[in-house]
């Protein structure tokens, strides 16, 4: 007789399902609304053609000694909403290691990036990383208990949690660091909004619970709320209403981010990192003024500066795709904005446009301080018959001498002033180059000698 292969026995009780709850490491990790309406219509569908409630669920629930869901809270979430079922089938398990069941049903999610699965084990990777540093300290003995230890079933270290979910020790700190610095101040920032404006916070209330199952409650609440209002969602919103940083973040993180360069559902893994950034930056200019517009900031010079860099890299990044048309009203409103800018900025533009083109320097690249200054010099060779020196030369064109150094600087670098050191006074001695007095042949009408002062 062929030996039969030993047949093992699942023990299953029935528990009422009122009597369950999630465990504290599940909730962790995101629930799947539509995996649940999915098993509702199913359900419903079932019982409406005459199912017994009793054989809906075929796999049965795994639960804690203490009647919390380690496995299966989708099909509770299902059932609570049946009124037919009141018990669901449950194999208790041991209860022992929760991080370990966390990780095994994040390995299932194919979907999830390393980022989400960090992410959602932030709460058991401070545990961890707390019983860590007590363990350094010295404050755990051999053989005791912590509370914190408890918590998590084992005395889990980060290493062992990285082992566990097969991430690196680094990630799991990001997401502990997401987590406790900035994410927790986002919650609170809704939180006391919704506290000092009461008439909103009852709005919110009934806005949950008319909408239970809608993705990200809050950014659609606000939107409704700013349409009624009257005010347009744009970066001052926040002023009238803030966003949720948590919600806006998270769905980065587990949805990912649409590719530019791809299809409209193409999407992209979000990581942590540049979560703590974008997040970083947020907080660091909540209720102050922006850096750039600060004259208090000690880095104002480099912040100005590296905005200059970011304008240069992004704002013709995709210049070749604008119709022409439509670029000279990008060129028109540019070169309006760059007669605003200080005299010392138009002159660095100037000097750095001429250097592009050394061979047609145009008078329409000089500014007015710089063809005074021109034509005084030209003017004085020719009522003197002799270089003009620096001595007294600012009171001449009318100008202060910071402008007029300036601007002889520039006129010397664009090679319509030559220079010479000493004169006779101990300043620089200036005359007009060929290239200068061709320039002042260009200008129509030439500066009068009111203009000049001399």
């Not at 809906?56 to 919390?68: F, T, Y």
């Not at 922006?290 to 240069?312: E, H, I, Q, W, Y």
């Amino acid at each position: 007789m062929k030996p039969q292969a030993p047949t093992l026995t699942r023990h299953i009780e029935w528990k009422p399902k009122l009597a369950l709850s999630i465990h504290e490491a599940v909730t962790q990790t995101p629930e799947d609304r539509a995996l649940v309406e999915l098993l509702v219509s199913e359900w419903q569908g079932k019982l409406a053609r005459g199912t017994d409630p009793a054989r809906l669920i075929h796999d049965p629930l795994q639960v804690s000694p203490e009647n919390e869901i380690e496995d299966g809270r989708h099909r509770w979430l299902a059932a609570l909403r049946i009124d037919a079922i009141h018990s669901l089938p449950c194999e208790v398990t041991d209860g022992a290691d929760p991080a370990a069941l966390v990780c095994e049903k994040l390995l299932q999610r194919r979907h999830y990036s390393k980022s989400a699965r960090a992410y959602s084990l932030r709460h058991l990777a401070a545990a961890a990383a707390a019983v860590g540093r007590e363990a350094r300290a010295g404050n755990l003995k051999i053989g005791a208990r912590s509370p914190i230890a408890d918590a998590i079933g084992n005395r889990e270290t980060l290493e062992s949690l990285a082992l566990k979910s097969g991430l690196s020790r680094d990630i799991l700190e990001q997401a502990v660091k997401l987590e406790r610095d900035y994410m927790t101040r986002a919650d609170a920032l809704l939180i006391d909004w919704l506290a000092i404006n009461p008439e909103e916070a009852a709005a919110w209330q009934v806005f949950q619970d008319g909408n239970p199952l809608v993705e990200m409650p809050w950014g659609c609440w606000r939107a409704t709320r700013l349409a009624a209002l009257g005010v347009p969602d744009d970066a001052k919103s926040v002023n009238v209403i803030p966003r949720a940083w948590r919600e806006i973040e998270e769905d980065k993180i587990f949805n990912g981010i649409q590719d530019p360069d791809g299809e409209p559902d193409d999407r992209r893994s979000y990581s942590l990192g540049s979560s703590i950034k974008a997040l970083g930056s947020i907080f660091a200019t909540a209720g102050a003024p922006r850096p750039d517009l600060d004259a208090k900031n000690p880095d104002l010079a480099t912040t100005l500066a590296n905005k200059v860099r970011s304008f240069g890299k992004t704002m013709f990044a995709q210049w070749d795709t604008v119709a022409q048309a439509d670029r000279l009203g990008v060129i028109k409103t540019l070169a309006e904005s760059v007669t605003s800018w200080p005299e010392d900025a138009r002159r660095g533009l100037l000097v750095s446009l001429a250097k592009e083109t050394p061979s047609k320097p145009r008078a329409v690249l000089m500014t007015p301080v710089m063809l005074t200054v021109l034509a005084a010099v030209e003017q004085y060779e020719r009522s003197f018959n002799e270089p003009a020196d620096g001595l007294g030369l600012s009171s001449r064109v009318n100008a202060t001498v910071e402008a007029t150094n300036g601007a002889t600087d520039n006129l010397v670098e664009l090679g319509f002033l030559s220079v010479t050191r000493p004169g006779r006074s101990g300043l620089p001695v200036y005359r007009v180059t060929d290239a200068g007095r061709a320039l002042l042949a260009e200008l129509n009408p030439a500066p009068t000698t009111q203009e000049v002062a001399l």
